[in-house]
């Protein structure tokens, strides 16, 4: 089974930025559309960004405009540049394949938005 590592997060101010990458452990960005998704405490897991093996790239209102996800299939990894983050952006951020996961859940990166 593919693995997913996910890292990159950490403690950011409001207005800051960080950049998430996610390593597959096998080529599966070139098979599958990707997604970011994330889940805060107490809520459920929400795609926030997906982007599919040809490129075009979807994203969820909360996140338009600030957050850019792309891709290095020769890398087998794939990126979530956030930006102008909020206290709201705050969850730990994992990849899988999307709109569904079909793969199993890495431990995923904690995302902090604090002053």
């Known amino acids: 089974q593919v693995q997913l590592v996910e890292s990159g997060g950490g403690l950011v101010q409001p207005g800051g930025s960080l950049r998430l990458s996610c390593v597959a452990s096998?080529?599966?960005?070139?098979?599958?559309?990707m997604g970011w998704y994330r889940q805060a405490p107490g809520k459920q897991r929400d795609l926030v960004a997906h982007?599919?093996?040809?490129?075009?790239?979807n994203y969820a209102d909360a996140v338009k405009g600030r957050f850019t996800i792309s891709g290095n299939n020769a890398k087998n990894t794939v990126y979530l540049q956030m930006n102008s983050l909020k206290p709201e952006d705050a969850a730990v951020y994992y990849c899988?394949?999307?709109?569904?996961?079909?793969?199993?859940w890495g431990q995923g990166t904690q995302v902090t938005v604090s002053s």
């Open positions: 982007i599919t093996s040809g490129g075009n790239t």
């Open positions: 096998g080529s599966v960005f070139s098979i599958y559309n």
């Open positions: 899988n394949t999307a709109p569904g996961p079909k793969l199993n």
